[in-house]
Nanobody, 120 residues
């Protein structure tokens, strides 16, 4: 199976920066889409940023201009550069990866989540 390992979360002051990483390993033929979601207490999980196989990206309005998603296909790794962090960004961040096997079948995988806390 495929495993996703997230890293880079932590405590940061407002205006600070963090970079999240998501490394995929295991039985991978090809990675299609990769994305980052977050879930704050009492709220539903929401899409933060995603990148498609074509290289196109999509961002939530609340993070546009502050966050940047990127991917290294050779390393099967996705990144989320988070600048100008705000207290509203506090949440558990989850990596999501869509893979294709050799038969063209699609599988979704989720990381374990990493806590991002923005507080003074």
């Amino acid at each position: 199976q495929v495993q996703l390992v997230e890293s880079g979360g932590g405590l940061v002051q407002p205006g600070g920066s963090l970079r999240l990483s998501c490394a995929a390993s295991g039985s991978i033929f090809i990675i299609d889409a990769m994305g980052w979601y977050r879930q704050a207490p009492g709220k539903q999980r929401e899409l933060v940023a995603s990148t498609a196989h074509s290289g196109s990206t999509n961002y939530a309005h609340s993070v546009l201009g502050r966050f940047t998603i990127s991917r290294d296909n050779a390393k099967n790794t996705a990144y989320l550069q988070m600048n100008g962090l705000k207290p509203e960004d506090t949440a558990v961040y989850y990596c999501n990866v869509l893979t294709l096997n050799t038969f063209g079948k699609r599988y979704d995988y989720w990381g374990q989540g990493t806590q991002v806390t923005v507080s003074s």
